[in-house]
């Protein structure tokens, strides 16, 4: 059974940075791509970064301060979370995906609906 464990999260001070891991168990990288959403209370949940064949998708909130990364070896994916502000505070999860197809990631990383698998989440909390 396909599964994945998301880890990293915490409590930090505005400017500071945190890197969450997602470890999958039961399946290799090389076949899905990674997204990592997060959805605060009250607010729907949220593509924030997705990762297939080393091709990289961010959503505009965090271009420029968030990294996704992947480990093929350890089969873990990371996102390098820099600068944080307040309202990056949410519930942080990590998601699976077969691509259907060549490029069709690049319309469907952020959607929620389109991911099969998914990790339980790990609170990030940013004070201000």
């Known amino acids: 059974e396909v599964q994945l464990q998301a880890s990293g999260g915490g409590l930090v001070q505005a400017g500071e940075s945190l890197r969450l891991s997602c470890a999958a168990s039961?399946?290799?990288?090389?076949?899905?791509?990674i997204g990592w959403f997060r959805q605060a209370p009250g607010k729907e949940r949220e593509g924030v970064s997705g990762?297939?064949?080393?091709?990289?998708y961010y959503a505009d909130s965090v271009k420029g301060r968030f990294a996704i990364s992947s480990d093929r070896a350890a089969d873990t994916v990371y996102l390098q979370m820099n600068s944080l502000k307040p309202e990056d505070t949410a519930v942080y999860y990590c998601?699976?995906?077969?691509?259907?197809?060549?490029?069709?990631?690049?319309?469907?990383?952020?959607?929620?609906?389109?991911?099969?698998?998914w990790g339980q989440g790990t609170q990030v909390t940013v004070s201000s």
């Open positions: 990762i297939v064949d080393g091709s990289t």
């Open positions: 039961e399946f290799t990288l090389d076949d899905y791509a």
């Open positions: 998601a699976a995906l077969i691509p259907t197809g060549p490029n069709t990631y690049d319309s469907s990383w952020f959607k929620p609906h389109e991911y099969r698998y």
